[in-house]
């Protein structure tokens, strides 16, 4: 096979920023996607329906006049957060999920919550009007080892959390364990989750590789390598519990290459190829349609897309870096070759 056409897919988990940055990185994920949860941890984060709007006009304003993409907002919870602001944004069309970040746990996570007990009225309301919840799910305490941060906020947070909400939609973003694999099956269908290309693709080898690799470090770090086995095994398995979510998170080099880097990773150029090789080397290429472009809508309870989207067996060279509005921006797999390149 050296062509694959899909429904066209979409991105469950994205950053965008703002600004000239913001408008520079869109229009990798407009060629790739149809749609994008739009993650809302700009400075200061989109907390308010007003803010999401005037973010989205943002965003809306800057896409090229050919591209075909919408923005789905999202809200972003803090210790203040109201119910009945987060069901506002909702019924109004504005916020699609509401967005939880553990105080401090990752970049721009300031204003995180810093007990998540707190938000139960919050979390009762969404389940009720069938608004999904998306969770950043790493505990933050500097006594707990980073490569163990996810699996105990399994344990301590996310487990407690979903049994006092069991009707609650709940997507598990970026998962990077065999711990997380095995929760998100335990649960109910009401929970799902986001994989990333590059946690399908490294381990956490790749950050120490011939000595320090900023841009292979992200949040969740990269872990070992039986945890990449799990996660490729959940995203292939035809589960429509997991879905696409690339977490592109760019931040411009000089932000990365330095004494103490940002946290993301800048995949948004090829998600698509990426996960596209990844679903041939597991012999699934079959079930790449249900996660990219499938699974996801149907767990928001959203139409699928109408468009399609054409991948051949072409090596496409991955730019050393891209224009990032004020500074550059290096990609993931900079300067790699690529085994499949979108068509468009
Ligand atoms: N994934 C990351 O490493 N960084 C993200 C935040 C996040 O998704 O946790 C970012 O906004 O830069
Ligand atoms: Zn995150
Ligand atoms: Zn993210």
Redesign the pocket.
Known sequence: MDTITIRRPDDWHL?LRDGATMAAVLPFTARQFARAIV?P?LAPPVTSVDAARAYRERIVAALPDDAEFTPLMTCYLTDDTQPGEVARGFEEGVFTAAKLYPANA???SAHGVSEVRHLDPVFACMAEIGMPLLV?GEVTDSDVDIFDREAVFIERVLAPLVERHPALKLVFE?ITTEDAVCFVESAGVNVGATITPQHLEINRNAIFAGGIRPHAY??PVAKREKHRLALRKAATSGSPKYFLGT?S?P?HRHLKETSCG???IFNAPHALEVYASVFEEENALDRLEAFASENGPRFYGLPLNEGTATLVREDVTVAEEVSGGEAPIVPYRAGETLRWRLKN
């Open positions: 950053h993650m941890n990752t970049t721009n950043h970026h992200c949040l977490d998170a931040h940002c946290a993301g």
